[in-house]
C-alpha cells in the first residue's frame, strides 16, 4: 500500500510569520534522534519531517511515525514524480524528504524539525536559506561516540563500522552549519538545542515587526 505522506496534524502554528525548517545533524549514534524526540515531545509548534527510506525498520520502529518505510521502486518513483525536497544515499540505503506536506505547512507558520545529514541539509539550505536553521551536534569524543552505538544495540558490528568511518567526514563538516553543540550530558545539549530554537523563533518574529509594536503597546499602558 501506497504511504499516506499527507496526514494533517493538529499543533497551533504561529501565524505572525513563516515556519522554520530546524535542522539537526550528527556523525551517526550522537544521539540527534533522542533530542529530536524529546522535543517533539515537549514543543507542541513544531512537527517531525518524516523522511522516507529502503532501509528496513529497526525494532520499534514504526512506519509513518519514525520514517515512512518503502521499496526501492517507490522510492524511485517519489523521486522520479519530484516528490522529495532533498534525497541521498547513506549507508547504502536511500533517504529523502517529502516536500509536499512541508511546504504547505511552512507558509502557514508551522516549524519543522529535521533530522538528516550533512547532504540533506547542503540541499536544504540551497533551495531555502531563509527558512533553515541547521545545528550540530557533536559526540564528547570519538570513544564515547563508539559507545554509543555499539550499546544502542540495533545495527550489526559491521555495520557499527561503517557508521564509525563516515562520523570523521560527518564531523569535518562542522563549519557548515550555524550551530555547533556537544552532546555530552543529555539534558544540558536539550536545553541549549531549546534556547536556540527560540532565539531563532523570535528573530523571525521580530523581522515581521510584531514585537515592536506589542512592545509599543506596553508602553502606551504603562
Ligand atoms: N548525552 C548522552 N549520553 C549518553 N548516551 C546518550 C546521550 N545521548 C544519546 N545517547 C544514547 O546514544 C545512542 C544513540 O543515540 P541516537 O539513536 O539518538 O543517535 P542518532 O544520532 O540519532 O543516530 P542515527 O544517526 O544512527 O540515527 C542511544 O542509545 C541513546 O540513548
Ligand atoms: N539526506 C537525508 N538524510 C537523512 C534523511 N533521513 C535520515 N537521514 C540521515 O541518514 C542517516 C542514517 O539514519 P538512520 O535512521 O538509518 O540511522 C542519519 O545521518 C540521518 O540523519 C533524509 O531524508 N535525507
New binding site residues.
Given amino acids: 500500500m501506497a504511504p499516506d505522506l499527507h496526514h494533517t496534524d493538529h499543533h497551533h502554528p504561529d501565524l505572525h510569520r513563516r515556519g522554520l525548517m530546524f535542522i539537526l545533524s550528527?556523525?551517526?549514534?550522537?544521539?540527534?534522534?533522542?533530542?529530536?524526540k524529546r522535543l517533539l515531545a515537549e514543543d507542541d509548534a513544531i512537527s517531525p519531517s518524516i523522511s522516507a527510506t529502503t532501509r528496513p525498520p529497526r525494532p520499534g520502529e514504526v512506519d509513518g511515525v519514525d520514517y515512512f518505510f518503502v521499496s526501492q521502486s517507490e522510492f524511485d518513483r517519489m523521486a522520479e514524480n519530484d516528490e522529495f525536497y532533498e534525497w541521498a544515499e547513506v549507508f547504502g540505503n536511500c533517504y529523502g524528504t517529502p516536500k509536499a506536506h512541508i511546504r504547505a505547512g511552512l507558509k502557514t507558520g508551522r516549524d519543522f524539525l529535521f533530522?538528516i545529514d550533512w547532504q540533506g541539509t547542503q540541499q536544504l539550505y540551497q533551495k531555502d536559506a531563509q527558512d533553515v536553521v541547521r545545528v550540530f551536534?557533536l559526540p564528547p569524543s570519538i570513544e564515547?561516540l563508539h559507545r554509543?552505538?555499539s550499546?544502542?544495540g540495533t545495527d550489526a558490528p559491521e555495520v557499527v563500522a561503517a557508521?564509525m568511518d563516515r562520523a570523521r567526514a560527518e564531523i569535518s563538516h562542522w563549519d557548515g552549519y550555524d550551530y555547533v553543540v556537544v552532546?555530552?550530558?543529555?539534558d544540558e545539549?536539550f536545553d541549549q538545542i531549546k534556547l536556540i530554537l527560540a532565539s531563532e523563533r523570535l528573530r523571525r518574529k521580530r523581522q515581521t515587526g510584531l514585537i515592536p509594536f506589542v512592545r509599543g503597546l506596553l508602553r502606551t499602558r504603562v
Avoid at 26 to 36: C, D, L, V
Avoid at 183 to 186: A, G, Q
Wanted: net charge neutral; with cysteine.
Fill in positions: 550528527s556523525p551517526s549514534g550522537t544521539g540527534k534522534t533522542t533530542i529530536a533530522d551536534l564515547e554509543r552505538l550499546g544502542r557508521r552532546n555530552e550530558d543529555l545539549c
